[in-house]
């Protein structure tokens, strides 16, 4: 098994290759909703944790319409510096998203004086995945860190078919998600 480094280099490499192979409007046809299975274990009132994706990233637009019009509130990670821990806000504007500005690390995210949430359901980015539900992250620590201290949320990760991996470096901290969507399949819910 490679180091986690190399492993995140093979993962982007990986993912940036099956995306440029996407064509444009198969790109906007993905992940439009999720899956019915998953659906029933979404309380109609839950705060919906999503992330406003990186051109690579499995993309969540259409995920953040859908629960808007279900009546959800929709949450996004907000960062007040590079040095400062992840925490959520309310993104009031899935369509225009004019409630956004950049962040830190270069995404958008919630302005600074929208609310901030605690998502009950919480859909994060991955380089890599198991069937078993184990997830390489990016490498920073965020989400981790986040889930440490609200141990409740449920964790569903967003990914390319291609990001499957059979084995992961799992470390003591590293926790198990409870779903995993693809624009193929469903993994879990475990």
Known sequence: MEDKAS???????????CVEQLPETMRGLVLRHPPAPLLDLIAADAVIGL????????????????????????????FASRDAPMEFARHSDPYGECDLEPGPFGALQPEANADTLVPDVLFMPLLGFTARG?????????????LAEHPAARTVGLAWDVQLCETLPIEHHDRYLDAIVTPTRLYGPF
């Not at 492993?7 to 290759?17: A, V």
């Open 7 to 17: 492993l995140r280099k093979l993962l982007r490499k990986k993912r940036r290759e």
């Open 51 to 78: 992330y406003h994706a990186t051109a690579d990233e499995a993309p969540t637009a259409h995920y953040a319409g859908f629960f808007f019009d279900r009546g959800h509130t929709i949450a996004l990670p907000r």
């Open 134 to 146: 184990e997830r390489l992250g990016q490498g920073g620590g965020h989400y981790d860190r986040w």
